[in-house]
């Protein structure tokens, strides 16, 4: 009986630690027992302790999957995430207004696709505007790694070189730069697009893709191309 008992304090232990991801403090808390005692009790099972030897320290998720090849899915969320995209060191969002749901949710989809993991969504209580998000510090590394920065305007980024060797991945960046930091005017001689953002070096790279795929941009003019 008191073997059972142990096992099954123990199977809780370990799973509140290592499996919820729980601190020492927040365990004592859940099983009502002091910190120094779910210390202990972690050494005698052979639990290490240190924050850094935990699978979800540092929100480092386990079912993430960095994709082995480019893919026209994959430039369309680049264009995405330089456009209403934000990248810190522990998750990726895209930020989006409060009239866009059913882009919301393709956005959603589109990032649990390329990475294996369900994206989440929030809603900001002040503006109701929706954020899709993955929390994941091996995929932030891994864009950083892209070129990615956590301040697009400070960094001056670019469009990373792959996306320019298929017209498929170029035509695929656009348009979801386009969907997010884009916008259409009605003029007296028809519709005009165009493309905004303060990253000096990412509109040239507009500008070169707009050319290649034989469209007409206009010259970078006020942080814009038409």
Known sequence: MLNWYNNRSGNQLEKLYCEENKTINGVGKVLGI???????????????????????????????????????????LFGILLGDGGITHFQITVSLGNKENGYVLYVAKLMTKIFGTKAKIITMRDTQYKRVYIGSTILTKWLFEQGFAKNKVLSQVKVPEWIYSKKGYMRSFIRGFFDTDGSVYSLKFGNQIAFSNRSIPLLKSLHSMLLKLEYSPSKISSFQIY
């Open 34 to 76: 002091a910190p120094q005692t779910v210390f202990k009790r972690l050494k005698r099972l052979g639990i290490k302790t240190e924050k850094e030897s935990k699978e979800k320290f540092l929100n480092r998720k386990t079912d993430i999957s960095i994709p082995n090849k480019y893919s026209e899915n994959l430039a369309e």
